[in-house]
């Protein structure tokens, strides 16, 4: 390992944290233009042009609010808290290939961070990491509707995070890897994982929305009944870190998606057309980052259309219909995959 390729590796994790947080901060403008386009409005459109700048004018707000710590809270974890959920955000982009490799004077350089061999394993680690950060901060609020938006919030994780984990587990028998960047380069052409995995995908999708708590299993932050739900104690940009933790999420969270079923950097036919390594790449690059926006688009276009679930409504599906589904989806790939020798059995 040369210091030239530890430079890069920096130089790229950098380029990666930089982009998630400017997705992360405009993802709140687009929100509010897909939610102004679907209800019949503008949005915002006074600070720049078309404005443009309204997340800027967001992000100095949060600053220069006043920060209130309640006098009853635990301080040391109630600062902790949005900071650990910010935190578990954004170490997920290091294992997603977001291209495959651009050659620089004659040296291959990955545009993936990491290709752990456990990556999924990685992913879901981190990901069940990020409860504790709602948990942690609605206990140390010492709020009574604090702490039921966070039992709810990681009762509702917990629970989702089984059906999806069997999702995977069916993705993974039929890739046959753990590492994220071979399960995108087996998708090369039209050999998109959906195709294979329809109802694993649509499991996933289902509980991403789930995991990141968006509408409509937003019952965490649910106004009508919780105030605020497990950040009705926070101000200031320790609440912009509550928020900025979601948006993230839902980008890593279309990442994801895009990478495991849609065929991440892979857009058939292109390879006919564009025989430069170096210009595949880049293109890779961009058809990714269009299947992400798209993944974007989709939970704000839900977010706005779909209404809210109740809390039993939430539960059951959760473990009444996708965790069975789940395990079907298993039992048939298994079945599937070992079709040859079922039938030999039966024959003989």
């Not at 954004?90 to 990556?119: A, E, H, K, R």
């Not at 959906?194 to 649509?202: A, F, S, T, W």
Request: glycine share 10%.
């Amino acid at each position: 390992m040369t210091l030239g390729y530890v430079i890069y590796k920096l130089i790229l994790a950098v380029i990666v944290f930089t982009v998630t947080l400017l997705i992360a901060m405009y993802s709140t403008y687009a929100e509010r233009k897909v939610a102004g386009f679907l209800q019949d409005r503008l949005g915002p459109n006074r600070a720049g042009w078309f404005g443009i700048l309204q997340p800027v004018a967001d992000a100095v707000k949060l600053f220069m609010k006043e920060e209130m710590i309640p006098s009853v809270s635990n301080k040391t974890l109630f600062i902790i808290a949005p900071g650990l959920s910010l935190l578990t955000a954004c170490m997920t982009g290091v294992v997603i290939p977001w291209g495959t490799s651009l050659t620089i004077f004659g040296t291959s350089y990955s545009l993936q961070v990491t290709d752990l061999n456990i990556g999924i394993l990685y992913l879901f680690g981190v990901v069940s990491i990020g409860v504790y950060g709602i948990m942690i901060g609605g206990w140390a609020s010492n709020n009574k509707y604090s702490l039921l938006g966070a039992m709810r919030a990681s009762s509702q994780m917990i629970s989702y995070e089984v059906a999806m984990g069997i999702s995977i587990i069916a993705l993974i028998m039929t890739t046959g890897t753990l590492s994220v960047g071979q399960i995108a380069a087996q998708q090369h052409g039209w050999h998109w994982n959906i195709l294979v995995q329809p109802l694993g995908c649509l499991i996933f999708i289902i509980c991403a929305f789930a995991e990141t708590n968006r509408a409509p299993f937003d019952l965490p932050e649910c106004e009508q009944e919780l105030v605020g739900g497990y950040h009705t104690e926070y101000s200031s940009m320790k609440m912009g870190f509550y928020l900025f933790a979601e948006y993230i999420n839902m980008f890593v969270s279309s990442a994801v998606i895009s990478t495991f079923y849609f065929g991440g950097y892979n857009m058939p036919f292109i390879g006919r057309f564009v025989h430069d390594g170096n210009l595949l790449a880049i293109l890779g690059v961009v058809f990714l980052f269009a299947k992400i926006f798209f993944g974007i688009f989709f939970f704000m276009w839900v977010r706005w259309t779909i209404p809210r679930f109740r809390y039993d409504q939430l539960m059951n599906l959760g473990w009444k219909t996708l965790i069975p589904l789940s395990i079907l989806n298993l039992v048939l790939t298994g079945a599937w995959m070992m079709r040859h020798e079922i039938i030999s059995v039966f024959i003989k």
